[in-house]
């Protein structure tokens, strides 16, 4: 390294020694609003609220010996119940669908509306939400919470930060019993588990998700979206000049400054720099300081900026909702234009619409019945005492009705072909009766017999057809029938 090279090193280093690189939380004291931007947080916040802590307790009628919870996820029985829907383990690729279905939702809604999820749907935003107007309520708004927090220890501050701490607990508390109750039908579950007679897993995970929800609503807050939530990394690739976001007019409000804009203050714009914005961001934000990783557009900034404007004698929506797009034009003296439809909205709006009819069509053509087969290893094939083959196979018949339902078992595809269950091998035919009970899976030993005119490589094509002969549905499996290559 030259001589050059090892002082620019020197000079790196001594000024990174001098720099402090890591830096204590600054806590965020959210001042509460009104505004249009409040009322729809705050209905959006109460029905997600609603939705979660009532839906486990809704009934739904679905007859004797099954549960009547309208949603439960019923693991040790390894069903799904929604309302009138039930999914089966094998059915888990719609779960992959909804999920599909949810990604690309947010792609579109992002690219037209900006981070409008995390500032308005979220459950981390929702919650915190909660914990916020729970904190209001006993400790005040922001300049109250501020001075006491701020001044001596006091028996009022104590009380206060534990009444306030003890509300956090029971919120959290009722969080973790609501998503458990997902799992478990709810009034047994809430008889049960004051009574001592819940499982230790419920305990468990009733105590693991009350921890983790007064943990990341409570104290992490914006933590959680600034650092912790991957989606803010990435969601740039979603947004582009047309995405509709919280925006400040800089063109109309620079250069700020204090006091009533009168003959006095001519020279000024605007924003009176009171910082209203930045007190009432749940993370703390400047919006005047452009598009942030940390902003959630929840739009909090424009209520308590409207506020302040009508005080100061001044148009509303110095802080809007906008595009840079039209932002960069409207400070050209143009009027602007809002872009909704451009190739980015077309082609998530399309695969979109394509994912929900797939999803809808495989929903509404979803199959009642299913039938595995499987060929037995050993032996492959028997010969039989009249020079014919039999092949043995285990046969699983999912009724997935809740009530019992008769089949026809049919083969073919092989010369001759007869069946017989395990349990009667000497009552063969061509189609076979059974009734598989509703919500059951049905297995058996089948044995197929048949006379194949020739085996390439020593099998040749089966199909085994099941059908209900109450509503006509069938379905068919292709296997192979076996013997000595011919």
């Not at 839906?55 to 309208?70: F, K, M, V």
């Amino acid at each position: 390294m030259s001589s050059v090279g090892k002082v620019r090193r020197k000079e790196i280093e001594d000024q990174l020694s001098d720099r402090n690189l890591y830096a204590n939380r600054v806590r965020v004291y959210p001042k509460s609003v009104r505004g249009i931007a409040r009322t729809i947080k705050t209905a959006i916040l109460v029905t997600c609220l609603a939705v979660y802590y009532v839906l486990p307790w809704i009934r739904w009628d679905r007859g004797p010996g099954y549960p009547d919870q309208a949603v439960l996820l019923d693991l040790p029985n390894r069903r799904f119940h929604v309302f009138n829907l039930e999914f089966w383990p094998q059915d888990i690729y719609y779960l992959t669908g909804m999920l599909i279905l949810a990604a690309i939702s947010l792609f579109l809604v992002t690219s037209l509306l900006g981070r409008v999820w995390c500032g308005y749907a979220c459950p981390q935003t929702v919650w915190t939400d909660l914990f916020m107007w729970v904190e209001r309520r006993i400790e005040g708004d922001r300049n109250e919470r501020m001075k006491r927090d701020q001044g001596p220890p006091s028996t009022d501050r104590l009380l206060r930060k534990l009444a306030k701490h003890a509300a956090w607990a029971a919120v959290a508390f009722a969080t973790g019993g609501a998503w458990i109750a997902y799992f478990v039908d709810a009034p047994t579950l809430l008889r049960e588990f004051f009574t001592g007679g819940a499982s230790t897993e419920v305990y468990f995970f009733v105590g693991l998700f009350t921890f983790t929800t007064y943990l990341l609503a409570g104290w992490a807050r914006e933590q959680v979206c600034t650092f912790m939530c991957p989606w803010p990394r990435f969601q740039s690739a979603m947004l582009d000049e047309q995405s509709l976001i919280v925006t400040y007019q800089a063109w109309r409000g620079e250069p700020r400054g204090h006091g009533r804009r009168d003959a006095a203050h001519a020279g000024l714009g605007a924003c009176i720099d009171c910082n209203a914005c930045v007190n009432s961001c749940p993370t703390g934000v400047d919006i005047r300081d452009g598009v942030q990783l940390e902003c959630i557009n929840c739009g909090l900034c424009i209520d308590a900026c409207n506020e302040m404007m009508v005080k100061s004698g001044q148009p509303k929506w110095l802080v809007t909702w906008d595009t840079l797009a039209r932002q960069r034009e409207k400070a050209q003296g143009q009027h602007g234009r809002l872009r909704i439809l451009r190739p980015r909205t077309l082609v998530y709006a399309g695969v979109l619409a394509v994912a929900m009819s797939v999803m809808g069509v495989a929903l509404a053509s979803r199959a009642h019945v299913h039938l595995s087969v499987q060929h037995d290893r050993a032996p492959l094939f028997v010969m039989t005492r009249d020079g014919g083959l039999r092949n043995a196979y285990t046969i699983r018949i999912s009724n997935k009705t809740l009530q019992d339902a008769p089949f026809t078992l049919a083969v073919a595809g092989v010369k001759d072909a007869v069946m017989a269950f395990g349990e009667a091998p000497e009552q063969r035919s061509q189609v076979l009766d059974l009734t598989v009970p509703g919500d059951q899976v049905d297995t058996r030993r089948l044995l197929v017999f048949g006379r194949p005119e020739r085996l390439a490589d020593g099998s040749t094509p089966l199909e085994l057809t099941l059908r209900n002969t109450q509503t006509g549905e069938m379905t068919t499996y292709r296997t192979v029938f076996m013997g000595p290559a011919r």
